[in-house]
């Protein structure tokens, strides 16, 4: 352990299974307080305790990302428990893949509302916590302390996938939504990056069923295969810790080489 979070207060949506889990727990090891989000509580439970298992701090957050009023409640919880906010990490989503001619309209709104506009609620309830604070302390003369929004974007956003429109849309929104905030809250301290990570997870496992199918989608990895959440969690980290206070408006792809 390197205490490169030492007390910091982060927040993580989806963070129940897969890249979510694994960035939890990798900001455990480095000494976070964390506010666990997933619909299913009691797998959020689970996180809670795996993070207390590694001597960390850790409460429970079952909302539904995608509006308002979730992203205010998931503020609200990480102000109760712990009386601050560094890090908010938007990684909530789903998927509902359909080829155009038979997506439903249902299909494209319900994934643009929890990546898009959850991403975007999220991130203003924290900035709207943050401005005073960042005001404050840079009328005092002190330092600026820096705070970070990490974002998480997919290769579907960069360069689009068959059958994705409504979460290729919502992921390409998700790099405007980082770049336009890396220019508004510079002269804040406040950080914006993404990280477009490419994992073999529940959501992904599907795809290598097959194993002709497989073959030709590990064929597009220069590195031949899809990457442990373990492995995505290290850029979470980094784009969280200090180390990337000099660091903001960019996408980091940890996908193996796909998005070159």
Known sequence: MSHRLQDKVCIVTGAGRGIGRAIALAFAAEGARLVINDVEENVAAEVVSEVEALGGAAVVNGEAIGTVAAAESLVSTALEAFGEIDVLVNNAGILRDKMLHKMSEEDFDLVIQVHLKGTWACGRAVVQHWRPLAKEEAA???????????????????????????????????????????????????????????????????????????????????????????????????????????????????????VI
């Open 140 to 258: 005092s003369g002190a330092p600026q302390r820096h705070r970070k929004i990490v974002n998480v974007t997919s290769p579907s956003g960069l360069i689009g996938s068959v059958g994705q429109s409504n979460y290729s849309a919502a992921k390409m929104g998700i790099v405007g939504l980082t770049k336009t905030w890396a220019k508004e809250l510079g002269s804040l301290a406040i950080n914006v990056n993404a990280v477009s990570p490419t994992a073999l997870t529940a959501m992904t496992e599907p795809l290598m069923v097959d194993p002709e199918a497989a073959k030709k989608r590990l064929a597009r990895f220069p590195l031949g295969r899809y990457g442990a959440p373990e492995e995505i969690a290290h850029g979470f980290v980094y784009l969280a810790s200090e180390e990337s206070n000099y660091v903001t408006g960019q996408v980091l792809c940890i996908d193996g080489g796909l």
